[in-house]
């Protein structure tokens, strides 16, 4: 279900309350994401400076094609990983 499907965009409050209720689960995997650990994907990602206080689905999509190419150019195996899972709990959020 997506997040975007009645609003173009979000207040970076609601964004932030939308992750915090959302399913902990990563897809693809047993793992899953703490609270605090969201909200502090949502500050990694999504910082004030650059988007301002609005979060819109071009933002995200913007966001997950930068983990991709984050993920592709990390060379350690842990830290891809760890890439991978942000990027796959991001895109169920807002697909």
């Not at 409050?13 to 902990?24: A, D, P, T, V």
């Not at 150019?73 to 990027?87: A, D, G, M, P, V």
């Amino acid at each position: 279900m997506s997040i975007f499907k009645d609003k173009k965009e979000f207040t970076r409050s609601k964004f932030r309350q939308i992750l915090k209720k959302s399913s902990s689960k990563i897809p693809g995997s047993n793992k899953t994401f703490a609270s605090h650990e969201r909200i502090k994907l949502e500050r990694s990602l999504f910082p004030y400076r650059k988007y301002g206080s609005y979060i819109s689905e071009s933002d995200t999509k913007r966001a997950i094609q930068d983990l991709k190419v984050l993920e592709n150019k990390t060379k350690i195996r842990e830290e891809r990983l760890k890439i991978n899972r942000q990027r796959r709990f991001l895109e169920k959020i807002i697909r």
